[in-house]
């Protein structure tokens, strides 16, 4: 079934590329904003940063009181938020369509005009609340920190993917009010943002509102630094050892993987799928259903625009099983694959599922925005939504072959071990 | 900058109504024709009383739910696995207090497979031996997994000092490692033979139907589903409270770097006589945004936590008001004492302000929350299991918009009363001396 979700797009004279989606079955529009600044834009001290200032936009602007911004289109019946992520960080707020000025003109006020009510105060506040959050998710979680490992064995010192989303502590406790100011002046821009409306609106309509209340920002950017060229994979494992108490033994096996948007990377997450991406993959077949030595094992592709993406197994071990045997299965499985390629039973159930997902994703209207955001900003190309299938379902045996053998070789694997060792917390990298 | 705009009143709008019909073995089927939505959702409920359960077998309910797609008559467990991945198919599995909820997501064009495969699980599983001593691991797995999360295992320790010991609500849905090592194979297919079946059971499907003629489909697979020796399931009954309930437990987990805080009290369903609209206000007002009143303290004014929260959580007979969130260690006692402080203070009254936030919240959102088929599926699957009329979604959004101020305060006095039951998940060593002399009731500790 070939996709049509309509796609109008525009870009204002500041640079603010817009796209808009009627779809008139719900009441609702989806305002969504991403901003080109992630977790890959921050240097070396001031990790953290770009999540830390995604808190800071809900604590007022301009026209707008500190904690407004939720209150005001909670009350109009807004469902709103916002995410940072490695290659970015989003906005968002779904309204009644009568609410869709309101929830525009209080967009616009904080991505233009933020630093008018920025405090020290609020940023200290933020602070503890972000840093909370890290605990909450990362340290107070079993296995919470073992992505944070998977990325810096993955990624070598300095690349943009080395560190966490999250930050450090130290480099929290660091930030001051004028990194703040710096950071906004640098990357809070019309031209370095999209914004998508999707829902109950006609195009002009919503063109004509985005220009009301954002063609008064200013166009100031910097020049962006291009993309980092693709990043081989590794050329030698690597393993880092956690001992700590945990329910059970858990491997996580990484590998570097083609930048988003190539046939490569979905041809690599097809790989992945027959390794352990679905119930009926063969580590699972293996590990989980034959010789009941793993009671878990789940594989994902994650889809990185700056020089390399990030692939993962994730496998629980059961009590009593050898993590040194479930790796050398791991790498026996992926010589196969490499060797004989995916049945064809594997091949149809992972673009099946692919499907069912992609699918699933664009039945809600918030998930249609972020995407057609995703593609605008990160590809240039929001049409993507109708045409992502194709690429997926023109997968072939022999390319998934040729990214096994490519990406997914076993001496560039990156093994973060979390072991259970009820004593004590120590590291052996 | 231009000045702030006004906003225009929503449009008026109604929950989906499905259509009704009547399977060929009697189960009632609803469906939603809901245009645009291309992945279609499906859900099977079977109404069934978890404290029908044998003492010595809890557990068993959502071990046989796990089982169903593990191997069937007609296909071997892998075979299973294949055919539902090659078609599209995400199926799941699992019990609540008032039954078995099946839930199926899948493209338009693979349904009738995908029908007729979850009439074999239903109907047909065959439960190998080898599949059922793996589920059983996974779950004893998954305890420990439990164990170690600190909100789950606060949940857990909730429900243990909340109800009463004898009421089965106040142990593991899914069984503890006690009772499920006592579960076989045998006891499994018993419990699958007497309790699954099509009598009082419901079909939900939700989607984009163009093209399709679901009734002629589903009744060619559930329509022929049998189960010769089910036995109806009793009414559903509200859980006992503990008479010893109002106390504060300390679970040790050492080394913690936050506490793990869940504060509950019992509550209603949502067929409470005195009506269930206030209950969602009620809660948003007081934990359900960074604005509500525990976290414009304990996030904004402090910064002691990412955020707490409230909710009345209604089962389908009974319920709690919990409220739950994590702190940094450092404050545990001055957080907790702030926050029985807001939930205490809230007996006394909200303000018109708040009743008006809450009912805009509650009513606007509405439209955006069901604007799925898996949302439509979900809220029609349990309005089925719970016994609420089709209607209900609509009529308490009405209520909702028409509560006054007096409805607000009498729905939260009603269930907070002052009696909480506090779980404190996190290091004892700290947390002890930091709550002691500072939060009423008795003060215990329990190992993780």
């Known amino acids: ?429 | 900058m231009s000045a702030r705009p006004a906003v225009r009143p929503p449009a008026p709008w109604a929950f989906p109504v499905p259509e009704e019909h009547r399977l060929p073995n009697g189960v009632r089927l609803l469906v939603h024709d809901l245009p645009g939505q291309y992945v279609l959702s499906m859900r099977v409920v079977v109404p069934s009383s978890l404290a029908t359960e044998d003492p010595e077998l809890e557990g068993i309910s959502s071990m046989t739910a796990r089982l169903l797609d593990e191997g069937t008559a007609e296909h071997s467990p892998e075979e299973f696995a294949e055919l539902m991945e090659r078609h599209g198919m995400a199926l799941g599995a699992g019990v609540s207090d008032g039954g078995l909820l099946v839930d199926l997501d899948v493209p338009q064009a693979h349904l009738p497979t995908a029908a007729r495969l979850v009439t074999e699980a239903l109907a047909t599983p065959v439960f190998p031996e080898p599949e059922v001593r793996r589920i059983l691991r996974s779950r004893l797995a998954e305890i420990e997994q439990e164990r170690a999360s600190a909100a789950h295992r606060a949940a857990r320790e909730v429900a243990r000092t909340m109800w009463d010991p004898a009421d089965r609500a106040s142990r593991p849905a899914a069984g503890s490692a006690e009772t499920i090592g006592r579960i076989t194979r045998e006891a499994v297919a018993e419990h699958h033979a007497l309790r699954v079946g099509p009598r009082g059971a419901t079909v939900v499907l939700a989607g984009d139907l163009s093209g399709i003629d679901p009734l002629s489909v589903l009744d060619a697979t559930l329509g022929q589903w049998e189960a010769p020796r089910q036995v109806p399931a009793p009414p559903p009954l509200a859980p006992v409270p503990a008479a010893d309930r109002a106390r504060v437990v300390v679970v040790d987990r050492p080394g913690s770097v936050q506490t793990e805080i869940a504060v509950a009290c019992p509550g209603p369903d949502r067929s409470t006589p005195f009506g269930w609209a206030p209950h969602p206000v009620a809660s948003f007002v007081v934990g359900g945004s960074p604005n509500a009143r525990v976290d414009a303290v304990l996030r904004e004014e402090k910064g002691y936590t990412y955020g707490i929260r409230s909710a009345f959580r209604p089962r389908v007979a009974g319920g709690s008001f919990v409220t739950s969130g994590s702190v940094r260690s450092e404050v545990t006692g001055e957080a907790v004492g702030l926050l029985l402080g807001i939930l205490d203070d809230a007996r006394d009254g909200f303000t018109a302000a708040e009743l008006r936030s809450g009912v805009d919240f509650v009513s606007k959102t509405a439209p955006g929350r069901y604007a799925t088929a898996d949302a439509v599926a979900d809220e029609t699957a349990a309005l089925a299991l719970e016994g609420l009329p089709l209607d209900f979604t609509t009529r308490n959004l009405a209520a909702v918009a028409g509560l006054a101020l007096e409805d607000l305060d009498a729905a939260y006095r009603r269930a907070a009363t002052g009696e909480w039951t506090v779980v404190l998940v996190g290091d004892a060593e700290s947390v002890l001396p930091a709550v002691e002399g500072r939060l009423p009731g008795p003060v215990s500790t329990v190992a993780l």
Not at chain 1, 208 to 232: C, H, K
Not at chain 1, 295 to 304: I, K
């Open chain 1, 1 to 429: 079934m070939p996709l049509d979700y309509p796609v109008h797009r525009r870009t204002l004279d500041n640079g603010l590329r817009v796209v808009v989606s009627p779809d008139h079955t719900v009441p609702n529009v989806t305002v969504n904003l991403w901003v080109g600044v992630g977790s890959r834009h921050e240097e070396a001290g001031r990790t953290g940063f770009a999540h830390l200032f995604e808190h800071l936009m809900f604590q007022g602007s301009r026209g707008v009181r500190s904690g407004e911004h939720f209150e005001a289109l909670m009350a109009e019946g807004g469902r709103l938020n916002a995410t940072t992520w490695f290659d970015r960080t989003n906005y968002f707020e779904t309204v009644p369509t009568g609410a869709l000025e309101l929830a525009l003109w209080l967009e616009a006020d904080r991505h233009g005009h933020l630093l008018d009510a920025l405090t020290q105060e609020n940023l200290d506040n933020q602070r503890d609340v972000v840093k909370e959050e890290k605990r909450q998710r990362y340290d107070n979680q079993p296995y919470g920190t073992a992505l944070i490992d998977v990325y810096a064995a993955v990624f070598p010192e300095g690349h943009p993917y080395h560190h966490p989303t999250i930050g450090s502590m130290a480099d929290l406790d660091a930030a001051s009010l004028e990194d703040v100011h710096a950071f906004f002046r640098r990357y809070y821009a019309p031209d370095n943002t999209v914004l998508t409306l999707c829902g109950d609106i006609a195009p002009e309509e919503g063109f004509t509102l985005v220009e009301r209340y954002f063609g008064g920002l200013t166009a100031r950017a910097e020049e962006r630094r291009p993309d980092l060229p693709q990043l081989e994979p590794l050329t030698a494992p690597v393993r880092v050892e956690r001992r700590e108490k945990v329910p059970n033994d858990r491997l996580h096996v990484a590998f570097r993987l083609p930048v988003d948007g190539t046939d490569e990377l979905v041809a690599a997450t097809v790989a992945l799928d027959c390794l352990a991406g679905l119930s009926s993959s063969r580590l699972v077949r293996r590990f989980v259903r034959r010789e009941q030595s793993a009671t878990g094992a789940h594989a994902t592709a994650w889809g990185f625009v700056d020089g390399v993406s990030l692939g993962f197994v994730v496998i629980d071990a059961a009590p009593d099983a050898d993590t040194d045997a479930l790796e050398a299965g791991l790498v026996e499985e992926l010589e196969r694959l490499a060797q004989e390629g995916p049945t064809e039973a594997e091949l149809e159930a992972s673009i099946a599922q692919a499907e069912r997902a992609w699918l699933s994703a664009l039945a809600s209207q918030e998930e249609r925005a972020d995407l057609l955001s995703r593609y605008l900003l990160l590809h240039d190309d929001p049409d993507v939504v109708n045409t992502h299938l194709d690429r997926v379902r023109a997968v072939t045996a022999e390319r998934v072959v040729e990214a096994t053998r490519r990406w997914l070789r076993p001496e560039s694997r990156a093994v973060v071990a979390f072991l259970d060792d009820a004593e004590g917390a120590e590291a052996v990298a």
